[in-house]
C-alpha cells in the first residue's frame, strides 16, 4: 500500500511538473495576432514597468504638440513571479542568463480594456547569448493594462518634458515547433 501511494505521489508529482513548463495559452486573440502554424507557445512572461513618452513638437502640424513614445522599461518575471529579465528599448527582451532578443511589430490590434496600450504581435531575433530566450521567434503582448500616453499636459513649455506611465502585459514567447 504504502509502495503504491509513492508511485502515485511520484505520477501526479510528474504530471504537475510537465504542466508547469507547457504553459497554455489563456487568452483569445484576433486573428491578425494568431502567431504562424509552425509556432507554439514556449512560455508566458508577466512584465510589470512603464512606458515611457516625451513631450514634443508635431513634425506635420506647426504649433502643435504631442507625447511621443520613447521605450518599455520593464521587469519581466516567470509565472511564479520571480524575476527573469528585463524589456526596454528597441524593443528588447533580456533574460537574466544573458539571452536577448529583438522584437520588429508584424500587427497591432486595440487592446480590450480602455486606456491600455495595444496588443501586438512581433517577430523576433536573438541578438546576445545562448539561453532561454535565444530560440524565441515571435512575441504576443496580450492582457495589457495601462501605458497610454497622457491625454494632456503637453505643450510649448513642457517640450522635452518625460511621462513614465505604469504598465503592464503578459508577453507570450514563441518558438518554432
Given at each position: 500500500?504504502?509502495?503504491?501511494?509513492?508511485?502515485?505521489?511520484?505520477?501526479?508529482?510528474?504530471?504537475?511538473?510537465?504542466?508547469l513548463?507547457?504553459?497554455?495559452?489563456?487568452?483569445?486573440?484576433?486573428?491578425?495576432?494568431?502567431?504562424?502554424?509552425?509556432?507554439?507557445?514556449?512560455?508566458?512572461?508577466?512584465?510589470?514597468?512603464?512606458?515611457?513618452y516625451?513631450?514634443?513638437?508635431k513634425k506635420d502640424?506647426?504649433?502643435?504638440?504631442?507625447?511621443?513614445?520613447?521605450?518599455?522599461?520593464?521587469?519581466?518575471?516567470?509565472t511564479?513571479?520571480?524575476?527573469?529579465?528585463?524589456?526596454y528599448?528597441?524593443?528588447?527582451?533580456?533574460?537574466?542568463?544573458?539571452?536577448?532578443?529583438?522584437?520588429?511589430?508584424?500587427?497591432s490590434?486595440?487592446?480590450?480594456?480602455?486606456?491600455?496600450?495595444?496588443?501586438?504581435?512581433?517577430?523576433t531575433?536573438?541578438?546576445?547569448s545562448q539561453?532561454s530566450f535565444?530560440?524565441?521567434?515571435?512575441?504576443?503582448?496580450?492582457?495589457?493594462?495601462?501605458?497610454?500616453?497622457?491625454k494632456t499636459?503637453?505643450?510649448?513649455?513642457?517640450?522635452?518634458?518625460?511621462?513614465?506611465?505604469?504598465?503592464?502585459?503578459?508577453?507570450?514567447?514563441?518558438?518554432?515547433?
Amino acid at each position: 500500500m504504502y509502495r503504491k501511494f509513492i508511485v502515485s505521489s511520484l505520477t501526479l508529482l510528474v504530471a504537475a511538473c510537465a504542466s508547469l513548463q507547457r504553459p497554455t495559452p489563456t487568452v483569445n486573440v484576433p486573428d491578425k495576432l494568431k502567431p504562424p502554424a509552425n509556432e507554439s507557445l514556449a512560455m508566458i512572461v508577466p512584465a510589470k514597468g512603464v512606458q515611457i513618452y516625451e513631450c514634443r513638437a508635431k513634425k506635420d502640424q506647426a504649433g502643435a504638440y504631442e507625447w511621443a513614445f520613447v521605450a518599455p522599461e520593464a521587469d519581466l518575471f516567470d509565472t511564479s513571479g520571480r524575476k527573469i529579465g528585463r524589456h526596454y528599448a528597441g524593443p528588447h527582451w533580456e533574460s537574466t542568463d544573458g539571452s536577448k532578443i529583438a522584437g520588429t511589430v508584424k500587427a497591432s490590434t486595440d487592446a480590450p480594456q480602455a486606456d491600455a496600450i495595444p496588443w501586438l504581435l512581433l517577430v523576433t531575433k536573438s541578438v546576445g547569448s545562448q539561453g532561454s530566450f535565444s530560440k524565441i521567434t515571435s512575441i504576443q503582448r496580450v492582457n495589457t493594462a495601462g501605458g497610454v500616453a497622457p491625454k494632456t499636459g503637453c505643450a510649448q513649455s513642457t517640450v522635452g518634458t518625460t511621462a513614465r506611465i505604469p504598465y503592464t502585459a503578459d508577453y507570450y514567447l514563441l518558438t518554432e515547433k
